[in-house]
């Protein structure tokens, strides 16, 4: 048996028995957490042992990441699995024999012709001694994107190869743009993309959203092969245009392939193709050149995408959840600013699974946030009956707003560290009342938001001196029947409120009563 050989039975064995303990440690994990949903008697579940949804969803979540980090770990091409014994610093070539012999095993199982000829064969070799860096790069960022292409190249029915064509043109960077103005991972000039549907204004750029961008380019590769009929001179029609493949073939005698046309072809286009194969080969055989992968920062199945109903920042997310602004805009490169616009449809972010779990389950803290930083004013107040003196906890009489009871109310302010269950302790009330009465559909809660709780807070120890109070105007107020309404003049309310115009009151205005 030789080494090869030997090598994969080996990785197979050890894969059998992994996926085996895999299944095992699954199935462990959820026979331990329905114990939570009450799968099991009740007298034979000690407290302790339950876990609650959000327990169960986090360990869910957990086996989850660590499966796809596996995954994304052992997804590799079949080179990988041979012993080579490199040293980190050797870079091994190989005879024109052996680089024609793997092209033509390349060839087998693909509709491009990969020809083997000395411009091809020169390409090759240049990436291989120049290029190695590039390759190791691209083939990091390969983890991000690739699955995403085969998934659409797939769905329009084109060959798989080319899922290496962004490599040539974009470097798998979704925000690189050209000296000509193309941009994104395929290159979409702006006029092209806008003839596929890639749109642009102040905020977005649709050519560097990696989805939108690879469906409109799988959208334009099969009308270009429906024009030409061959994938080479499809692939010179990417680059250089219809009209100039055109022009070409006329100037050719009429010429049907590629090699044939190419003399005629701008300089640039003239090495697109041998660069394309050049990449196909060394994305197949990097392991036979030595040239490792770099280490993925993240992996496409262990992403996942929530769409947003307001407009927001990515600085509030980052506030928030703790999520670096800049992997927040490396993920999402079709925004053109750190701003995400409301729009319809909405517009969607994307970001590893932990993270926008989290945010969904935030979504309303979101928002709130949002409002608090960038346009406080938009936030109703409650009415203040404590002295401003008071830092912390404020409380709060609800008679001057539209609320059905008559019960009085206070916030909180979330402390560093602070849950639900223990603000709920300290006020007497239950985590689903403070749930009911601040609108929250999760426990998670963050620091300095504002939480409504209805009593009397013995926390806060009255000030010696008269508290401020407020009135919030309401529709068909006026000065005079505000002041009748509080027992007080028009001039006492005045010297409350200097340089309110009170000819010019807007409904939700706060009012100084007292």
Known sequence: MTLKKKSCLEWLLNLKIYRMLRIKFFVAILSVSFVGFGQTPAHLVKPSDTLNKDAFINTIEQSFLLFYKDYAGKKSYDSLIAELNYLPSDAPTFSDEVYCERLEEMNKMSPFHLDCNAT???????????RR????????????????????????????ELKYLPVIESGLRPQVKSRAGALGLWQFMYRTGLYFGLKENSYIDQRMDPAMATDAACRYLRQLYGIYGDWNLVLAAYNAGPGNVNKAIRRSGNKTTYWEVRPFLPTETQGYVPNFIAAAYLMTYHAEHNIIPSEAKHHHSTLDTMCLTGGVHMATIERLINWPLDEIKELNPIYKTSYIPQTVPPQCITGPLDRIGLLVGLEDSLYYLEKSIYNPESIVKPIILVDDTTDTNESVNNSGNNTTDNEPYFYHVVKQGETMNAIGTKYSVTVEQ??????????????????????????????PVEAKKYYYVKSGDTFSRIAEKHRMTQTQLKNLNPGININRLQVGQRIRIR
């Open 434 to 463: 403070l749930m009911e009465w601040n609108a929250l559909r999760t426990t998670n809660i963050y620091a300095g938001q504002r939480l409504k709780v209805k009593g009397e807070n013995k926390t806060v120890v009255q000030q």
């Open 133 to 160: 860096g590039f390759i190791k790069v691209v083939l990091g960022r390969s983890s991000l994107y690739f699955d995403l292409f085969e998934e659409k190249l797939a769905e329009y029915g084109l060959p798989i």
């Open 120 to 130: 091809t064969l020169s390409t090759i070799k240049f990436f291989v001694s120049k």
